[in-house]
């Protein structure tokens, strides 16, 4: 299910002890599974604190405590300490907690939407910006709508041009182009204010 590295499990364990809480272990819990916003959790936990049906893994000097419902989505996952010269960086790796990618033989519709929520939306999110596919044109042109930060932004048109459709014309061949369909004049909130 889940692998966690040597000098991950010296991190936690170095971390345990200065708690000082006989028996305190660490819980991870995937937030949001399933969609584009994903994230592993990991806490401190308790005896008191476990539900009693988390899966143990048996870790040096001390147990993780794998949330139940988390479990499906932990497949290949790993996590990682790596020393620096700042202390050091945990990495926490788990390909399968945004969901997995449509079947090759799904439609150009399913996989350019998994496309737009899986790597698209997380970085327009950064400004407070999302896209959405309005339609898909028999010519393979994919109508898109701004939302938020993107609604009304100044530089769209490089972010749809340079960004969205490069990426969707490489992941999903029956893109031919991309088209904007929102109206950018009445943007409430840009990220970036367009020039008059």
């Not at 399933?34 to 476990?50: K, N, S, Y």
């Not at 048996?58 to 010269?85: H, K, M, P």
């Not at 997995?100 to 327009?124: C, D, F, K, M, T």
């Amino acid at each position: 299910m889940i692998q966690i590295g040597d000098e991950a499990q010296t991190h936690f364990k170095r971390l345990l002890d200065q708690q000082g809480v006989p028996g305190m272990g660490v819980r991870l819990t995937v937030l949001r599974p399933g969609t584009a916003q994903a994230d592993c959790q990991l806490e401190f936990c308790e005896a008191g604190d476990l539900a009693g049906n988390e899966w143990i893994v048996e870790c040096e000097g001390f147990r993780l405590y794998v949330d139940s419902s988390s479990t499906g989505w932990l497949e290949g996952a790993s996590i990682d300490y790596q020393r620096n010269a700042t202390g050091g960086q945990l990495t926490i790796r788990a390909p399968q907690i945004k969901g997995r990618a449509p079947a090759a033989e799904a439609g150009a519709i399913e996989r350019i939407q998994h496309v737009l929520e899986s790597e698209i939306n997380p970085g327009l999110a950064s400004h407070g910006g999302r896209v959405s596919l309005v339609s898909l044109e028999a010519d393979g042109i994919a109508v898109l709508r701004f939302g938020g930060g993107c609604h009304g932004c100044g530089m769209v048109d490089v972010t749809l041009r340079e960004g969205i459709e490069t990426t969707l014309r490489a992941r999903v061949p029956e893109v031919t182009g991309v088209r904007d369909a929102t109206d950018h004049s009445s943007g409430a909130n840009p990220y970036l204010r367009r020039q008059a």
